[in-house]
């Protein structure tokens, strides 16, 4: 069955420093992978796409890598500020047929000032 | 531009009792959607309409659950009769139309079934 995995423990970093965030897929063909935030009681915001035929995406401090070989995608947050802590989901996606999207359980990330 | 509308923002019920949600989608957004999202999971789709029309319900536990989308805006998802696994936040987002592939959340319902 297809299955996504995030970092199950939540990430601290230190403020100024870069987080990575780790996305990891199996039995998946996505033709697009999405990361999204989520701030407490608010409903997930959408933050980068990516292409199967796309290695990397940057947006301001943001960074997003594709590896379909290693079936991974990277989420850099360069520079981290405490307004960066957040929980960050994934949502690889095949392309095909219905649109709705399936999310990993998310990463936690606390940046400590 | 209005976002995502969502009501109400909490609710509290008993098990076996009946709850509804309400959402109203970004104007002009063809697509509306329904997430389940329990406690440190992701959201997980419930169902998909496209205009007035469902694209997908396939994880939807329709032995309890309901939802409809008239006239091809408003959306209402229904629980009769809630079950303590119930309690959730449920989030409606939309998107433009299909194939466009970002969508906008509302801030969700959180749903307590005691």
């Known amino acids: 069955s297809q299955k996504i995995e995030q970092n199950s423990e939540a990430l601290n970093i230190q403020e100024g420093k870069t987080a990575t965030l780790t996305c990891n897929y199996t039995?998946?063909?996505?033709?697009?992978l999405q990361w999204y935030r989520q701030d407490p009681g608010r409903g997930p915001v959408f933050l980068l796409l990516i292409r199967e035929n796309e290695k990397e995406k940057r947006k301001e401090r943001l960074k997003v890598t594709f590896d379909t070989t290693l079936k991974q995608s990277l989420f850099h947050i360069t520079a981290s500020q405490p307004a960066d802590s957040a929980t960050y989901l994934c949502a690889p996606h095949s392309g095909g047929g219905a649109d709705g999207l399936t999310f990993g359980k998310g990463t936690h990330l606390i940046i400590q000032p | 531009e209005a976002g995502v509308a969502q009501s109400p923002r909490y609710k509290i019920i008993e098990k076996r009792q009946s709850v509804a949600f309400w959402c109203n989608p970004i104007s002009g957004h063809a697509t509306l959607y329904w997430y389940q999202q329990i406690l440190g999971q992701g959201p997980k789709l419930l169902i998909q309409f496209q205009n007035n029309g469902v694209v997908d319900d396939s994880q939807l536990p329709k032995d309890r659950f309901s939802a409809e989308r008239l006239k091809g805006v408003d959306s209402t998802l229904k629980i009769q009769p809630a079950k303590l696994e119930d309690s959730a936040v449920y989030l409606c987002?939309?998107?433009?139309?299909?194939?466009?592939?970002?969508?906008?959340f509302g801030p969700g319902t959180r749903l307590l079934v005691l």
């Open positions: 987002a939309s998107s433009l139309d299909p194939g466009w592939e970002t969508q906008y």
């Open positions: 039995n998946y063909s996505p033709a697009y």
